[in-house]
Nanobody, 124 residues
Framework: QVQLVESGGGSVQAGGSLRLSCAASGRTFSRYTMAWFRQAPEKEREFVSAIRWSGISTYYANSVAGRFTISRDIAKNTVYLQMNSLKPEDTAAYYC?????????????????WGQGTQVTVSS
């Protein structure tokens, strides 16, 4: 089973960009569907984006489509989330998640490996 470590969070002004990284341990990274979720204070964890284990299919929440891009580097065992045109409502803790051969679900309960999270704060 992989272990996940997120990085790249920080504070930016509205309209700015950040790139989150999620580094995975282990030799089986290419078999995992990877996803990003986020959770704002007093809100439920919500789906942001996913990339299937095959690398062919990607998925986005409506709220981030066109602004965020998920990608992965197999050689570096890392998945990225490029976030552009950030809005104050994007402020949240962002979590990386993984599931072996997953279908690219948008439900948190379908992922069984989680990182510790990285905070993103967008000011207006």
């Amino acid at each position: 089973q992989v272990q996940l470590v997120e990085s790249g969070g920080g504070s930016v002004q509205a309209g700015g960009s950040l790139r989150l990284s999620c580094a995975a341990s282990g030799r089986t990274f290419s078999r995992y569907t990877m996803a990003w979720f986020r959770q704002a204070p007093e809100k439920e964890r919500e789906f942001v984006s996913a990339i299937r284990w095959s690398g062919i299919s990607t998925y986005y929440a409506n709220s981030v489509a066109g602004r965020f891009t998920i990608s992965r580097d197999i050689a570096k065992n890392t998945v990225y989330l490029q976030m552009n045109s950030l809005k104050p409502e994007d402020t949240a803790a962002y979590y990386c998640a993984a599931v072996l051969y997953g279908p690219g679900s948008d439900r948190a309960r379908d992922y069984d490996v989680w990182g510790q999270g990285t905070q993103v704060t967008v000011s207006s």
